[in-house]
């Protein structure tokens, strides 16, 4: 089992900074990729940003340029540091973590979530 404990959220007003962070814990082992995803209310959940164990990052059009996703290997935790922060980036901030084993055929994967944490952009 793998768990995972998000914080750094909070009341910023637009254009404000917040980072993000998510510490890992449990079985970590075969880590595949993190990434960050949010849900505002009466919308789906969607990807904000991934970094993959080879430090790929990917970024949704909406926060490119904005938001930077990163790890610290050794402290088991990875960031979303977001700045220039827009009223539409409110939201719950999940933080998943994708295992994955790789098989002959089909992967084994498996993904756990955080229990997300709320960042509101207000005036």
């Known amino acids: 089992q793998v768990q995972l404990v998000e914080s750094g959220g909070g009341l910023v007003q637009p254009g404000g900074s917040l980072r993000l962070s998510c510490a890992i814990s449990g079985s970590i082992f075969n880590i595949d990729a993190m990434g960050w995803y949010r849900q505002a209310p009466g919308k789906q959940r969607e990807l904000v940003a991934t970094?993959?164990?080879?430090?790929?990052?990917t970024y949704a059009d909406s926060v490119k340029g904005r938001f930077t996703i990163s790890r610290d290997n050794a402290k088991n935790t990875v960031y979303l540091q977001m700045s220039s922060l827009k009223l539409e980036d409110t939201a719950v901030y999940y933080c998943?973590?994708?295992?994955?084993?790789?098989?002959?055929?089909?992967?084994?994967?498996?993904?756990?979530w955080g229990q997300g944490t709320q960042v509101t952009v207000s005036l």
């Open positions: 970094i993959t164990s080879g430090g790929t990052t």
């Open positions: 998943k973590v994708r295992q994955r084993w790789v098989r002959a055929i089909v992967d084994d994967i498996k993904d756990y």
